[in-house]
């Protein structure tokens, strides 16, 4: 119930094409979906999140699609650049009656974009 | 301003002996999360302080982990009696709750921790 599946684990994707990463949720509590991106040797970084209410969200080259129905949403990088090789994570979280917002993350995609 | 700190950035240490692992979060923010990211695996919550509120701590693998918030800042997670197992990258966040569900949690660079 609690758990948000991710794939794929490893993604190469070429220099200016499209990176796509899936997530599946179970729990319909779930109030806030994240993603966090990755680079070696530092802390996961907030890129982009999106609420239930809407299906989605793009900033810059990135966008998030989400479908509720499916208790699915995606992360998509358009015009995928090296300097976007890292690994991400999608999550979930429902906030709490005191503001704390219980991440729960899926397991990581690395990430490789290709010169 | 700088962001949240960790300290050490790496410890190795015998199986058996206690860590204590510190967080700097940054400052002005109330909530302080930690979490542990094992190899190949999403990051597992452990514990959560929020201003003066007792700590969340359902995400505590054992009683051998412990952690405390000094002050509303400066937080220690201390494993004791470490295993093997307790081999990973230990991640703190730090965030500004204004509303809820309003809020970004803003990680360290962690602290790896391996246990021979």
């Known amino acids: 119930q609690q758990q948000v599946k991710q794939s794929p684990q490893s993604l190469i994707v070429q220099k200016g094409g499209i990176s796509i990463i899936n997530c599946a949720y179970e729990?319909?509590?779930?109030?806030?979906f994240p993603w966090y991106q990755q680079f070696p040797g530092k802390g996961p970084a907030l890129l982009i999140a999106?609420?239930?209410?809407?299906s989605e969200k793009k900033e810059g080259r990135f966008t998030i699609s989400f479908n509720k129905s499916a208790k699915q949403f995606s992360l998509h990088i358009m015009d995928s650049q090296p300097g976007d090789s890292a690994t991400y994570f999608c999550?979930?979280?429902?906030?709490?009656?005191?503001?704390?917002?219980?991440?729960?993350f899926g397991t990581g995609t690395r990430l490789l974009v290709s010169p | 301003g700088a962001g949240v700190s960790q300290s050490p950035s790496n410890k190795v240490t015998e199986k058996g002996k206690d860590v204590e692992l510190r967080c700097d979060p940054i400052?002005?923010?109330?909530?302080l999360y930690w979490y542990r990211q094992s190899l190949g695996q999403g990051l597992e919550f452990l514990i959560y302080?929020?201003?003066?509120?007792?700590?969340?701590k359902s995400g505590l693998p054992s009683d051998r982990f412990s952690a405390e918030r000094t002050g509303g800042s400066v937080s220690t997670l201390t494993i004791q009696r470490t295993q093997q197992e307790d081999s990973a990258v230990y991640l703190c966040?730090?965030?500004?709750?204004?509303?809820?569900?309003?809020?970004?949690?803003?990680f360290g660079p962690g602290t790896r921790l391996l246990v021979l």
């Open positions: 966040a730090s965030s500004l709750v204004l509303l809820a569900g309003l809020e970004t949690q803003y």
């Open positions: 729990n319909t509590a779930f109030d806030y």
């Open positions: 999106i609420r239930p209410d809407v």
């Open positions: 999550a979930a979280s429902i906030t709490m009656g005191t503001g704390f917002q219980k991440l729960v």
């Open positions: 400052s002005g923010h109330t909530a």
């Open positions: 302080f929020q201003g003066n509120s007792a700590p969340d």
